[in-house]
């Protein structure tokens, strides 16, 4: 199912593999675990660190190639992406399953150093409230991806679904916790150039901008690249089209596979990510509310559509 050179890469990485389910410990949980220190989500929506699950129902499957992608990507290793077949897709309750299985397999690897983790932190952590559906892969490609939202929701899951926003017909069906859409690019010539998707895929994402006023928790995500999107104005008038909650501006990273494709000049510091945010907030009706120096990442609210960012308090 998965060509074998991504599958050894995948493991080496530490993801857990079951079919096209993906499941791995976030760096975040680790920090929680060995020396308490919070995400930035923790921070912005009130999510507990180390009961949060990191994955992906679609491991490998996505229809775009970012140049910012910290994942394995088939063209890094000059795999023809057109030959790697669908996957038979698991049903959703076979899914649910396996990440939590998967989880509580990488979880349980924290019981032999109890002593530094503390046994209420261990416990907490095997059980887990919140699902970030945005490892790799694109989750809006797995056909059952409502249902799978529905059965968490149902055990008592928060969730957060993180999409390219291409499929627009799977985004207006599914209602997760907090539906996050990637933007990385202001025009079609930005979008080939820094996401290397198809043009057909840019009119879609278009057509799902206009189609987020009407969800009920919604988050725009910008990962800023110096050189080819750290312009902000140009995102403007995007942002007002879509009228979402929340943006959060973010700078690339130089970690994993995209340093075979970018530099670490590539790279903006936090206080030009503040700078830029600021610049959003004297041109838009998006409010600055929160900042995160560690992760370089910014939150901004509608002033018109304003909710209370924290799920739990």
Not at 82 to 100: D, G
Not at 150 to 160: A, M, R
Not at 251 to 268: A, D, F, I, T, W
Request: charged share 30%.
């Amino acid at each position: 199912m998965i060509p074998e050179e991504i599958y050894k890469i995948l493991r080496k990485q530490r993801y857990q593999i079951y079919n096209h389910i993906g499941v791995k410990l976030c760096g975040w949980v680790r920090k929680k675990m060995l020396e308490d220190k919070n995400c930035y989500k923790s921070q912005f929506y009130g999510i507990e660190t180390h009961r949060c699950i990191q994955c992906t129902p679609s491991v490998i499957w996505c229809q775009q190639n970012c140049i910012f992608c910290w994942r394995v990507l088939p063209t890094d290793i000059n795999i023809d992406i057109n030959k790697i077949k669908e996957p038979k897709w698991e049903e959703p309750e076979v899914v649910y399953e396996k990440i939590l299985e998967l989880h509580r397999r990488i979880i349980m690897g924290y019981g032999g150093v109890i002593d530094r983790v503390g046994e209420k932190k261990f416990k907490e952590a095997l059980e887990p409230k919140h699902v970030a559906i945005s490892l790799s892969g694109e989750p809006t490609l797995y056909p059952y991806l409502d249902e799978l939202i529905k059965i968490f929701h149902k055990k008592g899951f928060t969730t957060f679904v993180v999409s390219n926003g291409i499929l627009t017909e799977v985004i207006e069906k599914i209602e997760p916790t907090q539906l996050y859409i990637s933007l990385d690019a202001y025009d079609l010539e930005s979008y080939k150039r820094i996401c290397r998707g198809k043009e057909e895929y840019w009119e879609s994402i278009l057509n799902t901008l206009d189609i987020l006023k009407e969800k009920k928790r919604t988050c725009i995500r910008t990962t800023l690249v110096r050189g080819y999107n750290d312009d902000i104005l140009k995102f403007v008038d995007l942002y007002e089209r879509a009228n979402v909650h929340f943006i959060e501006l973010k700078s690339y990273m130089h970690v994993g596979y995209s340093q075979k494709r970018l530099s670490k000049e590539n790279m903006l510091q936090h206080d030009e990510i503040l700078k830029l945010a600021k610049i959003l907030e004297e041109n838009s009706s998006y409010e600055l509310i929160d900042d995160n120096e560690d992760s370089r990442v910014t939150l901004l609210q509608n002033e018109n559509r304003k909710i209370n960012p924290k799920i739990f308090e």
